[in-house]
């Protein structure tokens, strides 16, 4: 259970509701999410491709499309260098097609995990160098890769930096930070201080696609590419910057919310054999995408691959010219997907059962360190111990050289910026406020501990997970009407989050436990009117049994189960929703929380 915080900003909202033609409860949520004057609400409502912000604010944008034209022309050689995630492969993707589509002589390496590691390293600059390559251009990578790209320079090679990560910096005497660049051609980086870019939360697949949009308007006007075919590919590749931008877990906010929008449109229709194919194994086809499909669903497929094999399998899957060979990798992704969710359960408990009978329970920034465990599966179960303990995580795992982590966070504490705080005993490190990922020698791995625990600044409010309730509503004010007025706030994700309500003095009467593995409880409950509803619970039963046991006695949950009835009144926090059975709607109710 969290702390329940109702959100209580002011504003006139029948008014705007009057004004946009929705419901006052819609007015609320989108005053919530901080959503003020009329052109920003028309925007959030109603925005198009068309207010998307210009790729030309981007620093160094129009110098690295002005490069790339020239290498182009000239018929140079261009190595992409993308990253084993998500956000990776959809930006080498999006670079490596417009590259193509103009004539350029393009190739993407993507670093394998375990052996290369993140971004760029000196063996794959001396791989570039021994192939003849003219120009590296890296993407979802690169802005803290300074020794490598210096090394790339001395080889002669010229060097784009596309990125969208923290800018790595030096402490000042006045406690200032200065930042310090790459010595690359070009360095597009919404995140440089002198970046004129109005929104900074865009991931590395949009920061390469408004290059590339940059590019092929160069190459329309040398007449390399007709302006439908550009308009028709710019289409086409919004499907990969919407699901690098849900996949890599970025903000739903302003031109992101944009992005995601209608690029889960374009997944739905894309004639890209990968995406359909990706869609047909994990059965989406023809079906309404959401974040959550993307997040949930086709994402992991694409990181499996990185983490447990190569990314460049998914690469090779988005640029299959034929839907048989596209359909095969998809299967194989999925397999290894299907691996990677057992495989990171068995960790998950490995990890759990260290922090419950160790000293470890006590910290309040946890560091496990699980030697045997996949290196490739440390952040995904680091977010599984996040969800569970709400505190910063950092699973640690052995590696070829010393030992490799990841890490995920809590809204209270940035994380790139405390480890910089202790960078000496790093290899290498990098991120942002709520993830992270590092490498060091093994011996470092208590100091590193013990130096997180002790500055940390984390008091014991910061360590509660906080629920916010948009609006206490009773369930009788819910209508089918008003479940489909939330479209207009999807898609919704991190920095978007799906609306919540809360209702006092709720009676749970009648429940059944559901599902293949028994994890998920159906209830009828009622309200003080005596009207009556279905309730659904998702999360953790045990838990909600304990709560309810606690209360309300072991033979009240054993009424709950058998049909004699409930006589538990509680508060809840819940999202509406419809549910459609063959060709029936019914509401339900999905409790978030609960409370006595």
Known sequence: MGKWMVSAKKADFNEIAKRFHIDPVIARIIRNRDVVGEEEIEKFLHATTEDLYDPALLKDAEKAAEILVRKTEEKKRIRVIGDYDIDGVCAA???????????????????????DGYGLNGRLVEEAARDGIDTLLTCDNGIAAAPQIAAAKAFGMTVIVTDHHEVPYEAGEDGSRIQTLPPADAVVDPKQEDCPYPYKGICGAVVAYKVMSLYLDRMCRAGAVTEEAKAALMQELLAFAGFATVGDVMELTDENRILVKYGLKQIEQSQNPGL???????????????????????????????????????????SAAEQAEALSIAGELKALNDSRKEMTRRGTEQAMEMIENSPLKDDHVLVVFLPDCHESLAGIIAGRIRERYYRPVFVLTRAQEGVKGSGRSVEAYHMYDKMSECRELY??????????????????????????????????????????????????????GLIRQFSLLEPFGNGNPRPVFAQKEVRVCRG?????????????????????YDMMYFGDLESWHAFLAAHFGEDAVRRLYDGSGGEMIISVVYYPDINVFRGSEQLQMIMEDYSA
């Open 93 to 115: 993707y999006i670079l490596k097609v417009c590259l193509e589509v103009c004539g350029g002589l393009a190739d993407v390496v993507i670093p394998n995990r375990i052996a």
């Open 276 to 318: 359909r194919a990706l869609l047909a194994v994990n059965e989406l086809t023809d079906k309404k995408l959401t974040g959550y499909h993307v997040g949930f669903i086709l994402g992991p497929c694409l990181n499996a691959t990185g983490r447990l094999d190569t990314a460049a399998r998914a690469l090779a899957m988005f």
């Open 427 to 480: 290899t290498r490190y990098g991120g942002h406020k709520m993830a992270a990922g590092l490498s060091m020698p093994e011996e470092n791995v208590e100091a590193f501990r013990s130096f997180l625990n002790a500055h940390s600044g984390l008091q014991k409010e910061d360590l509660t997970e906080v629920v916010h309730i948009d609006v206490p509503m009773p369930m009788s004010y819910v209508t089918t």
């Open 512 to 532: 059944r436990i559901l599902g293949k593995n028994r994890n998920v409880g159906k209830y009828i409950v009622s309200d003080g009117a005596g009207h009556e």
